[in-house]
Each structure stands twice: as structure tokens, then as C-alpha cells.
């Protein structure tokens, strides 16, 4: 695992996009077409504004997925994730990408984890940028994760850190408000992503990135197994690599 450390999360953003920009020039080169996962929340916005600004890619040889999406939330809401992506990067790219294959976490949400399954199995991912939860999660794969199960979109109930996270990111009014469920992409999905950009800002998840980094691989850290994949960087701010020394 590569880390690298910015003075600020701007910083780190513009980092982080540079590479994942320079990632998918270098595959439209040797391909025709592009896979690209990419992650939500506040972790992610410093890198997907740079990304947009990133010249001379192709997007309309690009399909976009992404990570996760609450059980039960329309699309209208300001928390949905598939809300985010269209307003803050998919709207804002300079050319449409090929296809964006949006999490729909409404009705029946196993016929969806199919859905997404089925189309992900046939498309390589070239990339992906993702980040990591206050409680070391990866997507919405809280602790313990399931690191065993090949299914590369499942149902997952949502653990209390993971949901006050939500709340104190100022998605929802109350805790009451943040479900309980979401459709998530699996650990090995993830990991089957040819290279990884991990952008994780924040004095809050200062904790996480120590355990993931310097802990043992285990599935009550679910970011540990960040460890074993064989291209994998991780993009921190002097506030997230606080507790390690770099």
C-alpha cells in the first residue's frame, strides 16, 4: 500500500484526482472503453470536484458505478447517493459518460443486488475510488464485514457508528431519519478493482486509517483489507495520518 499525505484535504483531493485521472487516460489508451467505481460522501468531495476539471478524458468511453445506496431513500433525497453522484460529478463532466449504473435502493432490493451483479460481471473495473468510514468501513460493509461472500452487490444493515456518521456529515435531521439498510457493493468486488485511490480526509478518521494501515487484517476493520490488494494508494491530510507516523 502507498500512502501519501497532503498539508490539506483540497490538497489531497487534487492528488487523489490526478492520479485516478491520469489511471483512466492510460486505460482508454490501451482499450476501447473504461470501468471506474466511484464512493460518496463528504470524503469524496474535494476529489470528484478535481476529477471533473481533469483534461483530455474521454468520459463517453467511460461506465461509471457505484458503491452504495440506502434501502428505502428516493432519489429526490439530499442524502441519496445516487443524488450526489448525478449532481456533483456526473452532470459536471464535460462529455456524458458511456453509462452510469446507479444504485436504486428502492423496491426489491435482492432483484437489485442482481441487477448490478449481473451487469458488473461483465464489465472489468479499471479503478476505483472509494474512501473509508469513521468505523473502518469499506462501501457500506460495516463491521464484522463479510469478506467471504463472492456476491458482488448485497443487502447490509447499517451498525450505529456507521449511521451517526451519516447524521454528523449533516445528511439527515436526526439519527431516527438515517436507515438502517443499503445495498452495498461486497469487500471482494471492491478488491477485484485493478488499482485503488483511497481518499480520506478528516481528524475523524484518524482512527480508522491507523487501524487499517497498522492493525491485522481483520473483518472488525473492514479498510484493513486494504493491506493485501497489490495496487492500492491511499491519499491522506495531515489531520487522517495524525495517529501514524509517516
Partial sequence: MNILVSPTKV??????????????REALKQQDKANLIVATGASQFEM???????????WS??????????AGLSQDHPASFRRYLRERFIERLPIAPATFHAV???????AECRRLGDLIADAPV??????????????????????????PFLVVELDEVCRRQQ??????????AVPTRAISMSIRQILKSKTLVVSVPDKRKARAVKDAVKGKVTNCVPASILQTHPNTTLYLDAASASLLSV
Fill in 11 to 24: 490538497e489531497l483531493g487534487q492528488k487523489a484526482a490526478h492520479h485516478a485521472a491520469h489511471l483512466l
Fill in 48 to 58: 470528484l470536484d478535481a476529477l471533473v476539471g481533469e483534461p483530455e478524458i474521454d
Fill in 61 to 70: 468511453r467511460v461506465t461509471i458505478f457505484h458503491l452504495d445506496e440506502y
Fill in 104 to 110: 436504486n435502493g428502492e423496491g426489491d432490493l435482492e
Fill in 126 to 151: 479499471d479503478m476505483a475510488c472509494i474512501g473509508i468510514g469513521e468505523n473502518g468501513h469499506l462501501a457500506f460493509n460495516d463491521p464484522p464485514a463479510d469478506f467471504e461472500t463472492e456476491m
Fill in 167 to 176: 447524521l454528523g456529515e449533516g445528511w439527515f435531521p436526526d439519527l431516527d
